[in-house]
């Protein structure tokens, strides 16, 4: 689903996005669209984020995940019990 998302650019770059677009013959939002995909894709590389990097081993516990299921039960019991007070 698209969303409407507003931000003051300077005038060059409306002006270069626009005719990026004619250019590809493609409309404004997909050159920006294509733009964010590159940028990010360029930020992860440099700071190595990439979310199946980063969870690599996650899943790999100490505890069995009934001890893991049990410990959430407890703290959300307990989270509860503070919010009636």
């Known amino acids: ?7 003051r650019i300077d005038e060059s770059v409306v002006g270069c996005i626009s005719n990026l677009a004619v250019q590809l ?3 404004k939002k997909q050159v920006i669209e294509r733009a964010i995909e590159l940028f990010a894709e360029q930020v992860g590389r440099e700071q190595k984020t990439d979310l ?3 969870s690599f081993g996650a899943w790999k516990r100490e505890e069995s995940s009934q001890e893991s299921v049990e410990t959430s039960r407890a703290a959300f019991r307990k989270s509860m019990e503070r919010a009636r007070r």
Do not use: Q
């Open 1 to 7: 689903m698209d969303k409407v998302f507003s931000a």
């Open 25 to 27: 013959h493609s409309t």
């Open 52 to 54: 199946l990097e980063r």
